[in-house]
């Protein structure tokens, strides 16, 4: 056989191999949830195809229980995980290495007294859902993570465009009213940190502010805004998104 025809015939296998490893996507990504109407935004992703959309082969894998979820996130075994916000602070504050990149949803009081009762406040709000990485190894590239956020805010913009999504079998409708904000805000999750006295005079003062990976959410909304400067919910998450302290880059800074 001709040895151009042959080196021909090799470098076009190199170059649909290199397209196939290049579709969404590529390497598997682990994305731990909970059955809890408040991790939705991940089950929604997978549902209106965001994941691929951003380039990602995402696989969901569930939880009974956040403690569980957090030991394989810190096995390694997922690489981010949709858990329980109050479950998660404890275990930063226990010395995990984990960092939250996004937030979920919120479970909210209902009836006339609930919202005038602390301690019930103080349940649901412990019991929101935020999106956890390990702090090092594991968790991918900053681009992957960007993408993985970007599907997700994605799927917030689906679930307002689409509210029946939300009351979907596939998403489950166990759970109180939920409002949602794929928004981390670090500020808020400051004030849960104190709520449950999880700061120790050992840390430094910043100490809550590094585990609080808030670039990733405010690089993934530049990026949806590039693409659709006129959408009105991502303008809308971009107005109240304030960024911790030397978070982003000063030319992202808000």
């Known amino acids: 056989m001709n040895r151009l025809f042959v080196l021909t015939l090799f470098m076009v296998g190199v170059l649909l191999s290199g397209v196939k490893s290049g579709e969404a996507g590529g390497s598997l990504f682990r994305l731990g949830y909970l059955e809890h109407t408040g991790a939705a935004l991940c089950r929604i992703a ?29 096995q390694g075994t997922i690489h981010a995980g949709a858990f329980e916000v109050g479950e ?31 301690r019930v406040q103080q349940r649901l709000d412990l019991s929101g859902i935020v999106i956890l990485i390990p702090a090092t190894g594991g968790a991918g590239e900053k681009e992957t993570l960007t993408r993985l956020t970007a599907a997700l805010v ?7 465009a689409e509210p029946e999504l939300l009351r979907s079998k596939s998403v489950g409708t166990d759970q109180p009213i939920i409002h949602f904000d794929p928004y981390p805000d ?51 998450l971009s107005g109240k998104a304030v960024c911790v302290p030397d978070c982003c880059p000063k030319n992202k800074k808000q």
């Open 186 to 236: 670090y500020y808020r999750l400051e004030r849960l940190w104190k709520r449950l006295d999880l700061h120790s005079s050992t840390f430094p003062p910043d100490f809550l502010a590094n585990h609080v990976y808030e670039e990733i959410y405010c690089d993934a909304l530049d990026r949806l805004l590039d693409s659709a400067p006129d959408d009105n919910v991502y303008k809308e």
């Open 88 to 118: 998660g602070l404890k275990a930063i504050a226990g010395g995990k290495g984990f960092r939250i990149i996004a937030g979920g949803g919120i479970p909210t009081a209902t009836g006339p007294l609930a919202e005038l009762d602390d």
């Open 154 to 160: 994605r799927a917030y913009r689906s679930s307002r």
């Open 46 to 74: 997978q549902l209106k195809g965001e994941y691929a959309q951003e380039g990602l082969k995402v696989e969901l894998v569930r939880f009974s229980d956040s403690r569980s979820g957090l030991a394989a996130l810190e």
